[in-house]
């Protein structure tokens, strides 16, 4: 049996990073799905595409600051949409 408290294993972060890259919300939901529920899809997760949606927020947030900022480690970490009061409906 998987130890879920580790979160998902390597394998899945390659399906986060295409979803992330090609924009693609139903496709960060399902790898969602199934990597941190261990459901087979989304409509067996409900939460997922609030998560996926969060998830996404958050890409975008890390992605506007700069490197060289995000390498001295003295970055504030976004609250992402969700958090600051942003919809995933």
Known sequence: MEDRR???SRAALPAYAAALD???ASGLAAALARN????PGPDGAPRAGALAFYVASLDQA???IPME?????????????VAAGGSHD
Do not use: D, Q
């Open 6 to 8: 580790r979160g998902p």
């Open 22 to 24: 090609e924009g693609s």
């Open 36 to 39: 941190v529920y261990g459901a």
């Open 62 to 64: 890390l992605k506007a």
């Open 69 to 81: 900022e995000f390498a001295t480690g003295r970055f504030r970490f976004p609250p992402g949409l």
